[in-house]
Antibody
Framework: EVQLSDSGGGLVQPGESLRLSCAASGFTFTDYAMSWVRQAPGKGLEWVSGVSVSGGTTYYADSVKGRFTISRDNSKNTLYLQMNTLRAEDTAIYYC???????????????WGQGTLVTVSS | AIRMTQSPSSLSASTGDRVTITCRASQHISNYLAWYQQKPGKVPKLLIHTASVLQSGVPSRFSGSGSGTDFTLTISSLQSEDFATYYCQHYSTYPITFGPGTKVDVK
Protein backbone atom coordinates (compact mmCIF):
# COMPACT_ATOMS: atom_id res chain seq x y z
CA GLU A 1 0.00 0.00 0.00
CA VAL A 2 1.30 3.43 -0.95
CA GLN A 3 1.78 5.58 2.15
CA LEU A 4 3.06 9.08 2.77
CA SER A 5 3.63 10.13 6.35
CA ASP A 6 4.30 13.81 6.72
CA SER A 7 5.55 15.40 9.92
CA GLY A 8 7.42 18.35 11.36
CA GLY A 9 4.69 20.96 11.62
CA GLY A 10 4.14 23.14 14.64
CA LEU A 11 3.76 26.65 16.02
CA VAL A 12 6.54 29.10 15.21
CA GLN A 13 6.99 32.83 15.34
CA PRO A 14 7.30 35.00 12.23
CA GLY A 15 10.84 34.90 10.86
CA GLU A 16 11.59 31.46 12.27
CA SER A 17 12.34 28.23 10.42
CA LEU A 18 10.82 24.76 10.28
CA ARG A 19 11.63 21.56 8.39
CA LEU A 20 8.91 19.21 7.21
CA SER A 21 9.56 15.56 6.41
CA CYS A 22 7.61 12.98 4.46
CA ALA A 23 8.40 9.28 4.76
CA ALA A 24 7.28 7.30 1.72
CA SER A 25 6.57 3.58 1.47
CA GLY A 26 4.78 1.09 -0.72
CA PHE A 27 6.20 2.29 -4.05
CA THR A 28 9.54 2.85 -5.78
CA PHE A 29 10.28 6.31 -4.43
CA THR A 30 13.06 6.95 -6.95
CA ASP A 31 10.60 6.63 -9.87
CA TYR A 32 8.27 9.49 -8.95
CA ALA A 33 8.40 13.26 -8.80
CA MET A 34 7.17 14.63 -5.49
CA SER A 35 5.66 17.90 -4.35
CA TRP A 36 4.32 19.81 -1.38
CA VAL A 37 0.82 21.32 -1.51
CA ARG A 38 -0.63 23.51 1.23
CA GLN A 39 -4.07 24.60 2.32
CA ALA A 40 -4.63 27.62 4.54
CA PRO A 41 -7.51 27.34 7.03
CA GLY A 42 -10.80 27.46 5.16
CA LYS A 43 -9.06 28.11 1.83
CA GLY A 44 -8.23 26.23 -1.36
CA LEU A 45 -5.24 24.19 -2.43
CA GLU A 46 -1.92 25.83 -3.31
CA TRP A 47 0.99 23.99 -4.88
CA VAL A 48 4.16 25.03 -3.05
CA SER A 49 7.15 23.17 -4.44
CA GLY A 50 8.16 20.15 -6.50
CA VAL A 51 11.26 18.02 -7.07
CA SER A 52 12.34 15.73 -9.89
CA VAL A 53 12.91 12.00 -9.42
CA SER A 54 16.65 12.49 -8.98
CA GLY A 55 16.33 15.55 -6.79
CA GLY A 56 18.44 17.51 -9.22
CA THR A 57 15.69 19.86 -10.36
CA THR A 58 13.43 21.82 -8.03
CA TYR A 59 10.46 24.10 -8.59
CA TYR A 60 8.79 26.71 -6.40
CA ALA A 61 5.70 28.87 -6.26
CA ASP A 62 6.52 32.57 -6.36
CA SER A 63 5.06 32.94 -2.86
CA VAL A 64 7.85 30.80 -1.34
CA LYS A 65 10.74 31.21 -3.76
CA GLY A 66 13.92 32.15 -1.94
CA ARG A 67 12.54 31.12 1.45
CA PHE A 68 11.67 27.42 1.05
CA THR A 69 13.90 24.59 -0.14
CA ILE A 70 12.63 21.19 -1.25
CA SER A 71 14.87 18.15 -1.25
CA ARG A 72 14.69 14.39 -1.25
CA ASP A 73 16.87 11.61 0.12
CA ASN A 74 16.29 8.66 -2.18
CA SER A 75 18.33 6.37 0.08
CA LYS A 76 15.83 7.04 2.88
CA ASN A 77 12.65 7.35 0.77
CA THR A 78 12.08 10.74 2.36
CA LEU A 79 11.00 14.14 1.08
CA TYR A 80 11.79 17.38 2.90
CA LEU A 81 10.71 21.00 2.90
CA GLN A 82 12.97 23.47 4.65
CA MET A 83 10.97 26.60 5.41
CA ASN A 84 12.85 29.75 6.40
CA THR A 85 11.72 33.29 7.21
CA LEU A 86 8.20 32.08 7.86
CA ARG A 87 5.31 34.52 7.61
CA ALA A 88 1.80 34.51 8.99
CA GLU A 89 0.49 33.82 5.49
CA ASP A 90 2.43 30.53 5.44
CA THR A 91 0.02 29.17 8.06
CA ALA A 92 -1.55 26.09 6.50
CA ILE A 93 -1.79 22.34 6.43
CA TYR A 94 1.12 21.08 4.33
CA TYR A 95 0.59 17.90 2.31
CA CYS A 96 3.30 15.73 0.82
CA UNK A 97 2.07 14.44 -2.56
CA UNK A 98 3.24 11.79 -5.02
CA UNK A 99 3.24 12.09 -8.79
CA UNK A 100 0.85 9.77 -10.58
CA UNK A 101 3.03 8.77 -13.49
CA UNK A 102 6.38 7.02 -13.30
CA UNK A 103 9.27 9.31 -14.30
CA UNK A 104 6.91 12.15 -15.25
CA UNK A 105 8.31 15.62 -14.65
CA UNK A 106 4.94 17.33 -14.21
CA UNK A 107 2.42 14.87 -12.81
CA UNK A 108 -0.98 14.93 -11.24
CA UNK A 109 -0.99 13.83 -7.60
CA UNK A 110 -2.42 10.41 -6.83
CA UNK A 111 -1.41 10.00 -3.22
CA TRP A 112 -1.48 12.56 -0.42
CA GLY A 113 -0.03 12.47 3.07
CA GLN A 114 -2.32 13.14 5.99
CA GLY A 115 -0.96 16.68 6.25
CA THR A 116 1.00 18.51 8.91
CA LEU A 117 -0.15 21.84 10.34
CA VAL A 118 2.19 24.80 10.32
CA THR A 119 1.09 27.82 12.33
CA VAL A 120 3.07 31.04 12.14
CA SER A 121 2.04 33.45 14.87
CA SER A 122 3.55 35.69 17.49
CA ALA B 1 1.89 31.41 -14.16
CA ILE B 2 -1.18 29.78 -15.66
CA ARG B 3 -4.34 30.86 -13.87
CA MET B 4 -7.17 28.39 -13.34
CA THR B 5 -10.76 29.52 -12.87
CA GLN B 6 -13.81 27.44 -11.96
CA SER B 7 -17.52 28.01 -12.20
CA PRO B 8 -19.70 28.03 -10.34
CA SER B 9 -17.93 28.67 -7.05
CA SER B 10 -20.73 26.77 -5.33
CA LEU B 11 -23.90 24.96 -6.24
CA SER B 12 -26.77 23.29 -4.47
CA ALA B 13 -28.07 20.02 -5.81
CA SER B 14 -30.14 17.00 -4.89
CA THR B 15 -29.30 13.33 -4.94
CA GLY B 16 -29.79 12.03 -8.46
CA ASP B 17 -29.08 15.36 -10.14
CA ARG B 18 -26.66 15.73 -13.01
CA VAL B 19 -23.94 18.18 -11.98
CA THR B 20 -21.46 19.95 -14.25
CA ILE B 21 -18.48 22.03 -13.13
CA THR B 22 -16.36 23.98 -15.55
CA CYS B 23 -12.68 24.88 -15.36
CA ARG B 24 -10.79 27.28 -17.59
CA ALA B 25 -7.05 27.75 -17.98
CA SER B 26 -5.57 31.13 -18.88
CA GLN B 27 -3.29 29.42 -21.40
CA HIS B 28 -3.39 26.29 -23.52
CA ILE B 29 -2.58 23.27 -21.36
CA SER B 30 -3.41 20.46 -23.81
CA ASN B 31 -4.98 17.75 -21.64
CA TYR B 32 -2.76 18.18 -18.55
CA LEU B 33 -5.77 18.68 -16.30
CA ALA B 34 -6.75 16.85 -13.13
CA TRP B 35 -9.81 16.95 -10.89
CA TYR B 36 -9.79 16.37 -7.14
CA GLN B 37 -12.53 15.86 -4.56
CA GLN B 38 -12.12 17.05 -0.99
CA LYS B 39 -14.54 16.40 1.84
CA PRO B 40 -14.41 18.50 5.04
CA GLY B 41 -11.48 17.52 7.23
CA LYS B 42 -10.22 15.00 4.69
CA VAL B 43 -7.32 14.75 2.30
CA PRO B 44 -7.97 15.59 -1.37
CA LYS B 45 -8.57 12.62 -3.66
CA LEU B 46 -7.59 12.39 -7.32
CA LEU B 47 -10.67 11.68 -9.45
CA ILE B 48 -9.57 12.31 -13.02
CA HIS B 49 -6.25 12.92 -14.76
CA THR B 50 -5.32 13.74 -18.34
CA ALA B 51 -8.63 15.62 -18.54
CA SER B 52 -10.78 12.53 -19.00
CA VAL B 53 -9.07 9.46 -17.54
CA LEU B 54 -10.83 8.10 -14.48
CA GLN B 55 -8.48 7.26 -11.62
CA SER B 56 -8.64 3.65 -10.49
CA GLY B 57 -11.47 3.02 -8.04
CA VAL B 58 -13.43 6.18 -8.89
CA PRO B 59 -17.11 5.52 -9.72
CA SER B 60 -18.10 5.75 -13.38
CA ARG B 61 -20.69 8.45 -12.65
CA PHE B 62 -17.74 10.86 -12.69
CA SER B 63 -16.45 11.94 -16.08
CA GLY B 64 -14.20 14.63 -17.45
CA SER B 65 -13.85 16.27 -20.82
CA GLY B 66 -12.10 19.09 -22.60
CA SER B 67 -8.76 20.07 -24.03
CA GLY B 68 -6.79 23.23 -24.52
CA THR B 69 -8.28 25.78 -22.15
CA ASP B 70 -11.82 24.60 -21.35
CA PHE B 71 -12.70 21.57 -19.26
CA THR B 72 -15.68 20.06 -17.49
CA LEU B 73 -16.29 17.63 -14.67
CA THR B 74 -19.67 15.90 -14.76
CA ILE B 75 -21.33 13.80 -12.11
CA SER B 76 -24.10 11.94 -13.94
CA SER B 77 -26.24 11.14 -10.90
CA LEU B 78 -25.20 12.81 -7.67
CA GLN B 79 -24.91 10.51 -4.67
CA SER B 80 -24.90 11.50 -0.99
CA GLU B 81 -21.16 10.80 -0.73
CA ASP B 82 -20.44 13.26 -3.56
CA PHE B 83 -21.23 16.38 -1.56
CA ALA B 84 -17.78 17.93 -1.35
CA THR B 85 -15.51 20.58 -2.84
CA TYR B 86 -14.00 19.92 -6.27
CA TYR B 87 -10.75 21.40 -7.54
CA CYS B 88 -9.24 21.41 -10.99
CA GLN B 89 -5.46 21.53 -11.40
CA HIS B 90 -3.20 21.98 -14.40
CA TYR B 91 0.13 20.20 -14.56
CA SER B 92 1.34 21.18 -18.01
CA THR B 93 4.32 23.04 -16.60
CA TYR B 94 5.61 24.52 -13.38
CA PRO B 95 4.30 26.33 -11.43
CA ILE B 96 1.41 23.92 -11.08
CA THR B 97 -1.79 25.72 -10.10
CA PHE B 98 -5.20 24.75 -8.76
CA GLY B 99 -8.56 26.30 -9.41
CA PRO B 100 -10.33 28.01 -6.49
CA GLY B 101 -12.74 25.13 -5.98
CA THR B 102 -16.45 24.44 -6.42
CA LYS B 103 -18.44 23.48 -3.36
CA VAL B 104 -21.33 21.10 -4.01
CA ASP B 105 -23.85 21.07 -1.19
CA VAL B 106 -27.32 19.79 -0.46
CA LYS B 107 -30.24 21.67 -1.95
Amino acid sequence: EVQLSDSGGGLVQPGESLRLSCAASGFTFTDYAMSWVRQAPGKGLEWVSGVSVSGGTTYYADSVKGRFTISRDNSKNTLYLQMNTLRAEDTAIYYCVKGDERLSTTPAFDCWGQGTLVTVSS
Amino acid sequence: AIRMTQSPSSLSASTGDRVTITCRASQHISNYLAWYQQKPGKVPKLLIHTASVLQSGVPSRFSGSGSGTDFTLTISSLQSEDFATYYCQHYSTYPITFGPGTKVDVK
